[in-house]
């Protein structure tokens, strides 16, 4: 059997696909939102080993880890709503569970950055009459991230890729779109194959400016 | 408040054995085959030969930069095109996930393979040994010990990956979830019950793997 690829039903409806890019961009530009403080709190939490709270945090961290993005979009979109009695639209449902589990993931990476920073440092901004807060704010944190920033890049295309799940409770993003559009057209193979290109060329290039980033500051360190 | 009611799963236990099963198989699978995949495009990424990396970094870099998602609908729309087999969830969805996770296990293999010093190459070079024999006896063992945190994070990633075959209709637990969900109008328990499932998985796979770990340092 002889297959003929025709891929010009998919360029004539490229925009179609393109507002569903936009859609992907919003979902994990608010994913985004709701991961990168509640991370950074969750890590300070950690670190803190305050009783009952640093606990809390660490099984918070362990239980998102360990659930499948998937299972998570599926349970926020139809088992929460049941639970606080109050309906979640596909964007709000992935956009929850996404973010909370990539905060899960942001905390370990914050985590990583706040203990490799020396003890001297600490000394430092004791011996400067600096209390913990300001000391972890102005002293820590400000190294701490610059040092894990690659390493932020890559979970930020990370979250972007995952995002595609949301396709299975019909958000209106990029693989959705590409799902339509496939259906209409008859055209599966040609639209897939389009729209994981537009995947790959994204994240190549993020992730090859994270790699960069990682060469330049590995040099300024 | 809503009132939790777990007793259907009792009834129904079949459907989630089912999907217990289906979950299994396609991890099984996946797992062997992204195994294998991986230790291929592993070695050539750290061969000497030009071509051959640059095939297989070709190969990593093009298959870890695209969703697992897009490559199930891609494979499960293409296979029957390129093989003119009918279409089949299973398939498509093992050799879809199996790709994917190759590329990461390549990674993993390639950093366990530059961990081991020149000075084994030589040694071995200088006894006789030709590449293969080289990697099978002197370079892949320890290797793979050192590898072993990484290779089962990975191996759990495989378990969570399955759930996206639910999209094109594989039987797996979160599609055998969903059918409870609909059939029993009880979406809160069906779908807690799968996250509890999965997770529980997880974490005798991941107290299995901090097991062989100890064991294996103490060998070092």
Known sequence: MQYQWDFSVVFRHFDFLLQGAVGTIELTGVALAIAMPWGLVLAILRILRIPVLSQLAVAYIDLFRASASLVLIFWFFFAFPVLIHVDLGPFSAAALALGLQAAAYFAEVYRSGIQSIGRGQWDAARALGMRYSPAMLHVILPQAIRRVVPVIFLRIVDLLKTTSLAAAISFDELVHHAQRLASDTFRPVETFTVVALMFFVTIFTFSQLARWLERRLARSD | ?220
């Open chain 2, 1 to 220: 408040m809503s009132q939790w009611n777990f007793s259907f799963l009792l009834r129904r236990w079949h459907v989630v054995l089912d999907g217990l099963y289906g979950t299994l198989a396609l991890a099984a699978v996946t797992l062997a085959a992204s195994l294998a995949i991986g230790l291929v495009a592993g070695m050539m990424r750290s061969s000497r030969s030009a071509p051959l990396r640059a095939a297989a970094t070709a190969y990593v870099e093009f298959f870890r930069n695209i969703p697992a998602l897009v490559q199930v609908f891609w494979f499960f729309y293409v296979l029957p095109i390129l093989t003119g087999i009918q279409e089949n969830a299973f398939v498509s969805a093992a050799a879809a996930l199996s790709f994917y996770s190759g590329a990461f296990f390549a990674e993993i293999y390639r950093s366990g393979i530059q961990s081991i010093e020149r000075g084994q190459w030589e040694a071995s070079k200088a006894l006789g040994f030709r590449y293969l024999r080289t990697m099978r006896y002197i370079v892949l063992p320890p290797a793979i010990k050192r590898m072993v945190p990484a290779l089962t994070n990975q191996a759990i990633e495989v378990v969570k990956l399955t759930t996206v075959a639910s999209t094109i209709a594989y039987h797996e637990l979160l599609y055998q979830g969903q059918l409870l969900s609909q059939t029993e109008f009880r979406p809160l328990e069906s779908y807690t019950a799968v996250a509890a499932i999965l997770i529980g998985m997880l974490v005798l796979l991941s107290w299995g793997s901090t097991r062989l770990e100890r064991r294996l340092a103490r060998t070092e």
